[in-house]
């Protein structure tokens, strides 16, 4: 499956200082979609996590931490994640 998507990954939107705000998991296209994330005014930073991985699979990145990043409201971020054998 080396550069294939995976499907059925259950994925965590984290925002910072307030923990898991919403859960998704991937489709037959490896694709996922945050539906009724609670609204931040302020806009917020947030991470997308693996929260359980294919079998045999983990997160990659640095120290397995994707970065966090900034989104206002009724703004659209993709994020791509990649995950490798154990």
């Known amino acids: 499956l080396q ?3 995976l499907p059925g990954v259950w994925l965590q ?3 910072e ?8 998991q991937t489709d037959f296209q ?6 009724d994330v ?5 806009g917020g930073r947030y991470l997308v996590r ?8 983990r997160q990659a990145g640095s120290l397995g931490l994707p970065a966090l990043f900034r ?12 995950v490798v054998p154990r």
């Open 13 to 15: 939107l984290v925002r």
């Open 30 to 35: 490896g694709r996922y979609r945050f539906a």
């Open 71 to 82: 989104v206002m409201p009724g703004q659209v971020t993709y994020q791509h994640l990649v």
């Open 17 to 24: 200082g307030a923990g898991v705000v919403a859960t998704a």
């Open 38 to 42: 609670p609204a931040n005014p302020a």
């Open 3 to 5: 550069g294939q998507p």
């Open 50 to 57: 693996v929260a359980a991985p294919a079998a045999g699979y």
